[in-house]
């Protein structure tokens, strides 16, 4: 692509580039914006309007300081206003941001999930919902408890379903690009390898939890024979889905022109 | 009804057999589902045999006509169809699966059909939830349950409706808010499920809004076996509509061509070329009273399933069974006394029904046994097997006979009594059995199913 010769322009160039750099940061804005909302389809429309807001603050800052220092503006009183700006956003939002990153990780590591019965601290109950923020338990006398996740990484946890130790349950992230009905046939093929560690009367499960246009988030449960088998049982089925989505990911060879063929 | 609902249909046999293979690649323009209107039925496609689809058809159009339902569509396995085809108001989708993936599901399923009518020892869950088969089942399973939400996304339906026991994981594997009803279509017995299939049963069952079956006595099973959710018994039915009623001379004409004589005594048999079916029962039964009654004729209507069809799973029971019954009928000395029709088209079925005596339907198992309604549409006495459904409206003597298809002998025995019958016998069963057909009929059901999605989606 041949560039236009801007040096005519002469003192108008900054300008000329700041505007540039503003139509970018518009374009970029926009773009990203999308992304987050259709990213965000099955989350709560308030959750999504303030994340998609706050990004698109983020990238008009951005864009603003490096016009601004185009056109030859000092800009260091601009950027500590960010920087603080952004340092009292982070604390006022701490324990959002703890709870989010409790729920990630309780996810992964606290077995429990929707149907279960819980104990943490004073309260028991049925878990009926786990969202960023809480985890809201049904008690028997029909109460609502609204858990904050971050009790979870903070207390003893105590699942109270009966047999809850036979299930171990893996997160998995599958991208859209990856036929999700060719995945579940690879992965219980490949799982049937552990089959004398597993429950024969439970073949694995393989149930969705949310979906976007990028990911689908699944669960696959499975169920031990012996408590014991839990560490080595979950430590293999990850790594059995992780060769799985990482042979679907590759793009297929065609055998005849080895050429590649788009993903299904 | 304050809307009319959106209606997504799911059946492992589709509603259309493509009979023009170019049809299969044939694509709608702008990736729109191509628009049959301008292909030919019986030489390009064909309406699917079997009671699933007898059942569906007339029901959608009746519940389109009553204003119940609005655009409805229909998800089912056709690896040799186009993507998706507008037929008779209804949108068609064909859920596609590569010829080696349709073996593995077809060993499942075979395998789950033979133990709900008891034709083998069941297998343990390692022969059978954790082989490389069960895999391509569950694929089956999952490429439907995509396409289901997929259409949800476009289409906005207001409820699922999954005909049989193929589909059950469809429930558990599609994550969506919507109601899900489940119909099964096949026995389920006291006892069938075996005790190790039992968890993975409750899973798929408890992901459904509601479960329909087809009798009192498989309902009370279903109980039996644990299931607490929302479940009722529904009979299947057909559309008289669907049926034609030639007369005598009409009747015959049209079945001169396999070789049957005015003057014959024809006993019908309609069923697909299966073990099950019990053909043979009906041609030993024959062979004990064939030289007593040198007019009698016996005629197997029915070629393979869905499954066993070329165009289908290409399974190769209809086949083989076929030919076992043929060489039975050799080893009887029954050639010409025992015909096979093969597929016959509806208005053949129609003569076939019109011309003979009374009809026999003598399956080893039987999830209702459509056939014993439309022998009664066609007001004619029927002798049917003590193991099909649809013995629990059955009076024995005074709307039918009934038998033990273990027994030979007892069949034989109830073939006499109505060949040796003046007619008044017959005629009695044949219009006792025509009120009994009611329930069974699309006008006492499409009542029963509005109601029941009714209650399923909300008021």
Redesign the interface.
Known sequence: MILPNLAPLGPALPFVYAAIILAVTWALARAVNRLIRSVMSESMPHVAVSSSRFTSVLIWVVGIVLAVQEIGVSTDILLLVVGLAGVAAVIACREALENAGAKYFSDVYIPFKIGDSVRVGEHEGKVIEINPMTTLLLTEKDQLVSIPNRMFMGQVVVNTTPQAWKEVAIPISVTSGIN???F???V??SL?KL?SRLD????P?????A?NPLTSDLTLTLFIRQPGDRDIVTTEANRRVSLVLEKLQRPKRNARNGRAEPAT | MSEAWRVCINTQTPLLQYLDPGLARTVGRDDRPLDLGSYHEGTDYRVSPGGVTRMVLPLLRRLGEMGAIRDPHWVSLNAKGPKSVRYDGLVLHNVEMSRLRMAGYGTIKEAVWRVAHGTRTSKGPDELLWTADFSEFAYYNRATAELLRRLDEANDFDVYYVHDFQQLPVGSMLSRAKPKIFRWHIPFEKGMIPPDWRSTFEEYLRHYDMVIMSTDRYLRALRDFGYKGPAKRMFPYVDPKDYTFPSPKEAQAVCAKWGIHPKDQVILVVGRMDPMKGQDVAIQAFATLASSFPRAKLVLVGNGSFSSSRAGLALTKGEAWRAGLEQLIKDLGLEGRVVLTGHVTQPELDALYERCLFTVLPSHREGFGLVVVESWLHRRATVVSDRAGITELLHPGKNGLVFDPTKVSSLAQDLHVLLDDSGELRHRLAEEGYRTAGPCLLDAAAGEEVAMIKEVVGP
């Open positions: 999700l009905a060719e579940e046939s690879e219980r093929k049937s089959r024969p009367r439970f073949p499960l393989l149930s969705g939890r979906r």
